[in-house]
């Protein structure tokens, strides 16, 4: 699995955009690209998830290079909500296939 | 989205005794299914891959007699700690991915146990 490098901790204010940038040099021809969020003492929850180029949801987009050595979460107008830990993960997304975290990064948002 | 669910959501036990924590898979069915484990301020730490009908595929580091993993159907699988030890303290999240649902490739996760070993 490819590993991931992400910020440890980022800052925000309300209502403000948030990009997350996420580095995996390694990434290999069948890994995607997954982002979770978790919040204290829950599981993780599944954000966005992509392959290349650019993915949007409802909660959120994933931006991706043509190289896909790095990858961009990017959360629009944050709340206080928002707080939590936001992990990359990238691998092959076959049913048997393990998702190691990395360290993850803090998103802490003030009024 | 599909629905993991964990239970008991938190247990406290005395040292030496065996906890039993179950996940399940509500709306899908799961050969595979993952067991983490998460210390305060850490990221989770993979310990086992639970398969269904066969013997569960531990990480290194993680002693296969003392957290012994089952799983029984497509939809349960049970992690027990067995002879807890404070250190054994700890948040325990199981994951699973819907193998029956054509397009879904993201994985699902229990809402997470909290145990804590006295």
């Known amino acids: 699995l490819a590993k991931t490098t992400q910020p440890i901790s980022m800052d925000s204010y309300e209502g403000q955009e948030v990009n997350i940038t996420c580095s995996h040099n390694?990434?290999?021809?069948?890994?995607?690209i997954t982002w979770y969020q978790q919040f204290p003492s829950q599981g993780p929850r599944f954000i966005i998830q992509?392959?290349?180029t650019k993915v949007t949801n409802e909660v959120a987009s994933l931006f991706i290079p043509a190289d896909r050595k790095s990858s961009t979460l990017s959360l629009p107008r944050v709340s206080l909500s928002d707080t939590a830990v936001y992990y990359c993960?990238?691998?092959?997304?076959?049913?048997?296939?393990?998702?190691?975290f990395g360290k993850g990064t803090m998103l802490l948002v003030s009024p | 989205g599909a629905v993991v669910s964990q239970h008991p959501s938190r247990v406290i036990c005395k040292s030496g005794t065996s906890v039993k924590i179950e996940c399940r898979s509500l709306?899908?069915?799961?050969?595979?299914m993952f067991w983490y484990r998460q210390f305060p301020k850490k990221s989770l730490m993979l310990m086992a891959t639970?398969?269904?009908?066969?013997?569960?595929?531990?990480e290194q580091g993680v002693e296969k007699d003392k957290f012994l993993i089952n799983h029984a159907s497509l939809t349960l699988s049970t992690l027990t700690v067995t002879s807890a030890h404070p250190e054994d303290s700890s948040f325990y999240i199981c994951?699973?991915?819907?193998?029956?649902?054509?397009?879904?490739?993201?994985?699902?996760f229990g809402q997470g146990t909290r145990l804590t070993v006295v």
């Open positions: 390694n990434i290999a021809t069948n890994d995607y």
């Open positions: 709306d899908f069915q799961a050969t595979t």
């Open positions: 992509g392959y290349k």
């Open positions: 639970s398969n269904e009908g066969s013997k569960a595929t531990y």
């Open positions: 993960l990238v691998g092959d997304m076959g049913g048997y296939s393990t998702l190691t």
């Open positions: 994951s699973a991915r819907p193998m029956d649902r054509a397009g879904i490739t993201e994985a699902f």
